[in-house]
Each structure stands twice: as C-alpha cells, then as structure tokens.
C-alpha cells in the first residue's frame, strides 16, 4: 500500500495512531482467568489467555487497576501505584504479560486513578499519624467539621456511593472522599502530588506500555475556598468551567504537562479520559494538547432504537471534529449494567427507564427473571455490536460481552463487593453483577475461571456462555465477534460515514469511504434489501432480507 506524502514537506505522512480506529477490550483483571487458584483472576491468568485474546482480533487490551488495593472499590481504591497486587502478581509478571501481548501485536493501556488514593498509601497513613495542620495533611483535603465540637461534616455534600463525603478522624478533623470512605480525594494543588503522578506515568511508560486510560480526569482540579458551598448552591452553578468541584479549566493545566510527558516518548503514548461532562466541553480533555482521546457514554442510556441511535452518533462525530481527535463507541463496561441485559429489558414493562449506571432499577427490584428477554437482549446487543463496530472511531468492548453474557442479578447479599451497595443499605445494588468471572469451560468449579471457585458467584447459566462452548458453535456471539473483528480491518479506512435513507424510521444505514455499508434493523419487521452481498449478518439472514433486530455489513461491490 502506498503512503502518502506530505505535500508541504515532501516527508512521509505517518498513517494514523493505532488508537484512532482501534478495538480495545477492557480486561477486570480480577475476573478475567485465575491462574494461582485463590478465586481472584491475576496476571498469569491473563497471560495463560493470550491466544484468546489474540485469537478474538482486538488491537489493545485495557487493564482495570491490578496495583495493590484492599479492594474497597474493586481496585480503584490504589495503595501504590507504581506495584502489582501480590494476590496478582509481580512486576515480572506484568512485564511478561506486555512482552506476550506486544509480541501478538496487542497494545496494553493501563487505568490511572488520580482524584484520589487508597486510605492505606503511605501518603494517607502519614496525613492519619502527622495530624491536624501537618504538612502531610496537605496531600488531602483535612477541613475542621461544623456545629458545636465541630461534630457534624464541613458541607452536606453527598458521596458518590451514598452517604456523606466527609469522614471524620480520630482527632476530630474531616477528609473529602467523593467516592468510597477508603478513597480520600488529593490535593491536586500541591506539587508533590503533581510530580508523583508524573513519576507514576514514567514508571509505566518506561516498562513499555501504550497508552493510559484516566479514572474520573474530570474532578481533579477544585477549588475549596472558604465559605464552601452547600450541596443546593453547587447543583444551581453552571458546569461551566468554573464549578467548584467538576470539570474546571484548571485541570488541563495537569493534563498539559502530562501530554508534554507521553510526546516525550517514540511512539507517544495515548491517554483517554473518563470524563462525565457536558459534551460541550468533552472535546477539551480529547483534544491532542490534552489527553488527546475521551470516552463518550451515551450509549450507555440510549435505548436499542434507530432514531436515539442516529443522534449519538452523528452529534459524537460533529464533536470529534471540533476536537480532532476520534470518537470512542462503549456499549458496556464495568460499571454498568451488561448491554444484553438492558436491551431484554422492555422499559415499559419495569416502568421505568433503565438507567446503565450504578445498577438499573430492574437490579434493585431483585433482578425479576420474568421480566427479561435473554433471547432478545442477546440478539439487541449482537445488532447493537455489530453496527458500531462499523463505525469511524474506536470502539471499546469490555470482557465477557464477546460471549453475550448477561448481567448477574441475583447475587446474595453476604457475596456483594460493591462500595455503593453497602452505602445506600442495599438500596442500589451496584455493579458486581457484570463484574462476575467469566466462565471458560461449561463445568468445573469455576467454569473454568481458575480452580479453586470464583470471588463473585457465578450462576448456573454461566454454562452455556462459556467460551468453549461458542467456540465449538459456528453460531455464537464470540464467532460474530472474532468474525466482525477480522473484517473490520478492511472497513475502517477514513473516519468518515454517509448516512444512507432506508425508507423507514426505524431501520439505519450508513456507507463508509470505501464503499461498505452496513445497515441495521433496530423494529421488527423484516427489512428488504436488493443489493450488494452480506458479509456479515449479527443474526441468520435470509437472502435479500434483513430480519428484525439485525445488523448486516456489505461489502463493496468489486
Ligand atoms: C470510575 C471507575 C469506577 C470507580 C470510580 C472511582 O468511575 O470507572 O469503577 O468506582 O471511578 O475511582
């Protein structure tokens, strides 16, 4: 193929990032293969499955946090970041695992929690110990409570996973956790906590890996004068930039050094911000002097419907382009409810909408059999798949979706892990239920996860997803998968697409630069096609027909 040649400087152009157009899959390292038998998957797990990986198509895979972690928000609560948690192994075995990934041709991206730490880091058991107006306090957010002995919180507001965000000391002084109690938030004020994070970087930059993926990069900067205000005055300010504590401009000043850091390497590195903002502003953590990539959620609260679906998209491309960067397509990950699962769901029938994150009232209900359509859900997300697998952009996959595994609702009390099921009383349910290791093989007493159980129970279900089942059924959604992943290669050139009028409101169609089309049946009611041939088909096609709640890929005809 020939490359194309910079006209002004008569050099090379270098063909685009890898990450522009790249399928990552995003490994929960915990509940990915367990290799040392003690029920929490480890990095020789995933290295034992290496081939799968291989075998599946993907450019890059993204770790969730493996560093070590009491585990009180499932690895996102951070004791050392530059370390591997000995349950998962070593730093050897981290860089056997990038070693065997590269030489597959596999990228590895790596999750960077940066709002906050563990409350075990060496930096909070120093702030603990010091005490009140020590320097080591200065890493945090330490505020004196209010009311009489300064008894009640600094402000009414609220934590993420319920509960207050203010947590009181032994010696009468309160920390800010957004998150879990054992996640106390730093400050991003002070140079120390800016340099380690840098340090952070280069330390995984150095060992070879590829890219970052940044936990919430929207909340690091903040700005807590005094007199703070009260939870009702922060939900009237505008999330304009200027908000005491989401998304301010300062936190590109953050991300400004960090790039200069990834440029310093060859090649690059890329970073992609987990960014929950107005989508107005998400264009400046993905713009290349930032981060240079940012995750966009819509679909996670977009329903399996044509003209929701055609919004997202196009309104995601017009704001990529203002960026420059490329759009990323999520359908699930692991904070949200399993994308088969909300698409079985009839929103009517549980009357209510299905919110993606933080569990869904259907899992609060208790997860009501009756009420889901695994069939239809299964066959929703295949159509779901297969169509943003066809578009410009990247797309991230996160584990288990491969096999269409379905969200686990009905996790007893006594085995849930989530932080938000315990702060809300069990009102929410939290996420474990798409956090449950994957099953491998239809028996043994893992489904072949590892041998010796699984850290979050696995239902009887699991069997008929397991991976070597679909590997033996021409049928499965992992073949669709490796299927779409493989003729992907010869679809994604441009990063462009041409929507295409079908006739009907609830059928899509787009066309890509190079003459592909993929088109996608969101109703029921088959949909007639007279031209080009199926390449692909997320469910058995008839000839000339695309049946309901079916995507096809056509190919170009030569
Ligand atoms: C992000 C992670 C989530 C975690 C939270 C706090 O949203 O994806 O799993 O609980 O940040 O670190």
Same mark, same amino acid.
């Given at each position: 193929?020939?490359?194309?040649? &910079? $006209?002004?400087? #008569?050099?090379?152009?270098?063909?685009?990032?890898?990450?522009?157009?790249?399928?990552?899959?995003?490994?929960?390292?915990?509940?990915?293969?367990?290799?040392?038998?003690?029920?929490?998957?480890?990095?020789?797990?995933?290295?034992?499955?290496?081939?799968?990986?291989?075998?599946?198509?993907? &450019?890059?895979?993204?770790?969730?946090?493996?560093? @070590?972690?009491?585990?009180?928000?499932?690895?996102?609560?951070?004791?050392?970041?530059?370390?591997?948690?000995?349950?998962?192994?070593?730093? *050897?075995?981290?860089?056997? !695992?990038?070693?065997?990934?590269?030489?597959?041709?596999?990228?590895?991206?790596?999750?960077?929690? @940066?709002?906050?730490?563990?409350?075990?880091?060496?930096?909070?058991?120093?702030?603990?110990?010091?005490?009140?107006?020590?320097?080591?306090?200065?890493?945090?957010?330490?505020?004196? +409570?209010?009311?009489?002995?300064?008894?009640?919180?600094?402000?009414?507001?609220?934590?993420?996973?319920?509960?207050?965000?203010?947590?009181?000391?032994? *010696?009468?002084?309160?920390?800010?956790?957004?998150?879990?109690?054992?996640?106390? &938030?730093?400050?991003?004020?002070?140079?120390?906590?800016?340099?380690?994070?840098?340090?952070?970087?280069?330390?995984?930059?150095?060992?070879?890996?590829?890219?970052?993926?940044?936990?919430?990069?929207?909340?690091?900067?903040?700005?807590?004068?005094?007199?703070?205000?009260?939870?009702?005055?922060?939900?009237?300010?505008?999330?304009?930039?200027?908000?005491?504590?989401?998304?301010?401009?300062?936190?590109?000043?953050?991300?400004?050094?960090?790039?200069?850091?990834?440029?310093?390497?060859?090649?690059?590195?890329?970073?992609?911000?987990?960014?929950?903002?107005?989508?107005?502003?998400?264009?400046?953590?993905?713009?290349? %002097?930032?981060?240079?990539?940012?995750?966009?959620?819509?679909?996670?609260?977009?329903?399996?419907?044509?003209?929701?679906?055609?919004?997202?998209?196009?309104?995601?491309?017009?704001?990529?382009?203002?960026?420059?960067? $490329? /759009?990323?397509?999520?359908?699930?990950?692991?904070?949200?409810?399993?994308?088969?699962?909300?698409?079985?769901?009839?929103?009517?029938?549980?009357?209510?909408?299905?919110?993606?994150?933080?569990?869904?009232?259907?899992?609060?209900?208790?997860? *009501?059999?009756?009420?889901? *359509?695994?069939?239809?859900?299964?066959?929703?997300?295949?159509?779901?798949?297969?169509?943003?697998?066809? !578009?410009?952009?990247?797309?991230?996959?996160?584990?288990? %979706?491969?096999?269409?595994?379905?969200?686990?609702?009905?996790?007893?009390?006594?085995?849930?892990?989530?932080?938000?099921?315990?702060?809300?009383? #069990?009102?929410?349910?939290?996420?474990? +239920?798409?956090?449950?290791?994957?099953?491998?093989?239809?028996?043994? /007493? /893992?489904?072949?996860?590892?041998? &010796?159980?699984?850290?979050?129970?696995?239902?009887?279900?699991?069997?008929?997803?397991?991976? $070597?089942?679909?590997?033996?059924?021409?049928?499965?959604?992992?073949?669709?998968?490796?299927?779409?992943?493989?003729?992907?290669? %010869?679809?994604?050139?441009?990063?462009?697409?041409?929507?295409?009028?079908?006739?009907?409101?609830?059928?899509?169609?787009?066309?890509?630069?190079?003459?592909?089309?993929?088109?996608?049946?969101?109703?029921?009611?088959?949909?007639?096609?007279?031209?080009?041939?199926?390449?692909?088909?997320?469910?058995?096609?008839?000839?000339?027909?695309?049946?309901?709640?079916?995507?096809?890929?056509?190919?170009?005809?030569?």
């Amino acid at each position: 193929m020939a490359l194309p040649v &910079d $006209s002004a400087s #008569g050099t090379l152009d270098l063909l685009p990032p890898w990450w522009r157009q790249a399928v990552v899959y995003q490994v929960y390292p915990r509940s990915f293969a367990d290799a040392d038998a003690d029920g929490i998957g480890d990095l020789r797990g995933i290295l034992s499955r290496v081939d799968y990986l291989s075998d599946l198509g993907i &450019d890059a895979i993204w770790l969730s946090p493996f560093y @070590p972690s009491a585990l009180a928000d499932g690895g996102y609560d951070v004791d050392d970041y530059r370390d591997v948690d000995p349950r998962l192994g070593t730093l *050897d075995d981290f860089d056997d !695992l990038l070693r065997a990934l590269h030489s597959r041709d596999i990228k590895v991206v790596v999750d960077i929690v @940066p709002n906050h730490t563990s409350n075990r880091h060496r930096w909070f058991q120093e702030a603990l110990e010091a005490g009140r107006g020590s320097a080591a306090r200065e890493r945090y957010i330490f505020r004196e +409570g209010t009311g009489p002995d300064g008894l009640e919180p600094p402000t009414d507001w609220g934590a993420m996973f319920g509960g207050s965000a203010w947590e009181r000391v032994a *010696d009468g002084q309160w920390y800010l956790h957004t998150f879990a109690i054992e996640q106390p &938030d730093l400050n991003w004020n002070h140079p120390e906590v800016r340099e380690d994070f840098l340090t952070t970087l280069r330390f995984w930059a150095d060992r070879g890996v590829d890219g970052f993926r940044i936990d919430v990069a929207h909340l690091l900067a903040k700005d807590l004068t005094e007199p703070l205000p009260s939870s009702a005055e922060l939900a009237l300010m505008p999330k304009d930039g200027k908000h005491p504590l989401v998304d301010r401009d300062e936190v590109h000043e953050i991300y400004a050094q960090w790039r200069a850091l990834f440029n310093s390497y060859d090649p690059p590195r890329t970073a992609v911000a987990e960014a929950w903002v107005d989508p107005s502003r998400i264009h400046l953590y993905a713009r290349p %002097e930032s981060l240079g990539q940012a995750f966009n959620f819509d679909l996670l609260e977009t329903d399996f419907d044509a003209a929701q679906f055609r919004r997202v998209i196009s309104d995601n491309l017009a704001l990529v382009a203002e960026s420059g960067s $490329s /759009s990323t397509w999520v359908l699930s990950n692991h904070d949200v409810v399993r994308h088969a699962t909300r698409y079985g769901l009839d929103p009517e029938a549980i009357g209510t909408r299905l919110p993606a994150r933080h569990g869904g009232d259907w899992l609060v209900a208790g997860g *009501d059999e009756a009420q889901l *359509d695994r069939e239809r859900g299964a066959r929703r997300a295949r159509a779901a798949t297969t169509f943003i697998l066809g !578009l410009p952009g990247s797309t991230y996959l996160y584990q288990g %979706e491969e096999l269409g595994l379905h969200e686990v609702a009905d996790i007893p009390a006594s085995a849930r892990q989530d932080p938000t099921f315990f702060r809300t009383h #069990g009102e929410e349910v939290g996420r474990d +239920g798409c956090r449950v290791p994957l099953p491998w093989a239809p028996d043994g /007493s /893992s489904f072949g996860f590892g041998d &010796d159980g699984a850290h979050l129970p696995q239902p009887e279900w699991f069997a008929r997803y397991a991976v $070597s089942v679909e590997e033996a059924d021409p049928r499965s959604t992992l073949h669709l998968y490796r299927t779409a992943l493989r003729l992907r290669h %010869e679809l994604q050139t441009g990063e462009h697409l041409e929507w295409v009028e079908t006739g009907r409101d609830d059928v899509l169609r787009f066309a890509r630069p190079n003459g592909w089309h993929i088109v996608t049946n969101f109703g029921t009611e088959p949909y007639e096609l007279d031209d080009a041939p199926v390449v692909l088909a997320s469910t058995p096609t008839p000839l000339g027909v695309v049946p309901g709640e079916t995507t096809v890929w056509l190919a170009p005809v030569e």
